[in-house]
């Protein structure tokens, strides 16, 4: 099985910055796409970035100029660097990636569990 842990959430004032990561463990034979996507209360699930396994990245023009996908591949890690922080920014943030667990197996989409982002003074 795969397992996606998200760390580096936490409540920051407006303006600072954070650094969320997360690894990708288990039956990994590779690993495809990884992407960033968060959710406020009330509110859908939302697509903030992406990056593949051969670094080209995607962002939502929310997060653009300021969020910084990156991925470290001898880790099984992607990252969100967060600049600039807004209180809209406030949800949960989850990472997704598509994952081969085998040479033969068809990659699938796997969920990681959210960490927590609060923007407030």
């Known amino acids: 099985q795969v397992q996606l842990v998200e760390s580096g959430g936490g409540l920051v004032q407006p303006g600072g910055s954070l650094r969320l990561a997360c690894a990708a463990s288990?039956?990994?034979?590779?690993?495809?796409?990884m992407a960033w996507y968060r959710q406020a209360p009330g509110k859908q699930r939302e697509f903030i970035a992406t990056?593949?396994?051969?670094?080209?990245?995607n962002y939502a023009d929310s997060v653009k100029g300021r969020f910084t996908i990156s991925r470290d591949n001898a880790k099984n890690t992607v990252y969100l660097q967060m600049n600039r922080l807004e209180p809209e920014d406030t949800a949960t943030y989850y990472c997704?990636?598509?994952?081969?667990?085998?040479?033969?197996?068809?990659?699938?989409?796997?969920w990681g569990q959210g960490t927590q982002v609060t923007v407030s003074s």
């Open positions: 288990g039956r990994i034979f590779r690993i495809n796409s």
């Open positions: 990056i593949t396994n051969g670094g080209s990245t």
């Open positions: 997704k990636s598509n994952i081969a667990q085998t040479s033969i197996s068809v990659p699938d989409y796997y």
